[in-house]
């Protein structure tokens, strides 16, 4: 057990709805980070917080997608107007400073 | 940006011997490499890292090796055991963010 704790661990929606993730990091990692990832491929970089500042978004992030960490210590990721390219794993990780990324077991979306 | 690639995308191994898993990054500033273990359904998990000012870092049946010249980074396994069955993620960063990922080495150990 990471720390790292995600809700909800899997997620069925039909197309064009709204999901959100929630993501509890280790309590004293101040850097939040969030990566996809589609089945055979490594995980890809979308946001990262540092407390609560969105410190760089991916061009993988599109318009549909926003992260917040709105007082630097959980975050939640939403999709709005899900697609069906949007299936993946969604993972959350967090670290101290100058420290590994330690990773949640990721939330799985399903948009049918 | 970062390019990493993996030279092999699948390992069959025999229990009880050495696994070596490769990896080759493109950007000569990454500072900062780690190896991952993803078992099914589950978040990548630790196994351990290097910086660029080493080259060797041993751990618990594990070493890395990094080779900065030619931008070349392997683990190895000592003693290889059905419990290390998995996929393996090479990733490598600079400023310990933003880790860039290969597509993984799926290992898989023979009784």
């Known amino acids: 057990d990471t720390g790292v704790s995600q809700d909800p661990r899997h997620k069925i929606t039909k197309r064009g709805q709204n999901v959100t993730f929630r993501c509890d990091p280790i309590?004293?990692?101040?850097?939040l980070y969030w990566y996809r990832q589609t089945l055979g491929q490594g995980p890809e970089f979308l946001t990262y917080?540092?407390?609560?500042?969105?410190?760089?978004k991916s061009r993988l992030l599109s318009d549909r997608f926003s992260a917040e960490r709105p007082k630097g210590s959980f975050s939640t990721l939403e999709i709005q107007r899900t697609e069906q390219g949007d299936s993946a794993m969604y993972l959350c990780?967090?670290?101290?400073?100058?420290?590994?990324?330690?990773f949640g077991e990721g939330s799985r979306l399903t948009v049918l | 940006g970062e390019s990493v690639g993996l030279h092999l995308p699948t390992l069959s191994v025999q229990e009880g011997d050495n696994s070596i898993i490769n990896c080759a990054y493109s950007n000569s500033a990454s500072d900062y490499f780690i190896w991952y273990k993803q078992e099914s359904g589950k978040g990548p998990q630790f196994i351990i890292d290097?910086?660029?000012?080493?080259d060797k870092r041993q751990g618990q049946r594990v070493t890395v090796l990094l080779n900065k010249t030619v931008k070349h980074l392997s683990l190895q396994i000592a003693a290889t055991q059905p419990g290390d069955s998995a996929v393996y993620f090479c990733a490598v960063g600079s400023n310990d963010y933003k880790l860039s990922f290969g597509a993984g080495t799926t290992v898989t150990v023979r009784a």
């Open positions: 917080f540092q407390n609560e500042a969105q410190l760089e």
């Open positions: 290097i910086r660029s000012n080493m």
């Open positions: 309590s004293e990692h101040n850097r």
């Open positions: 990780a967090s670290s101290p400073p100058t420290g590994e990324l330690f």
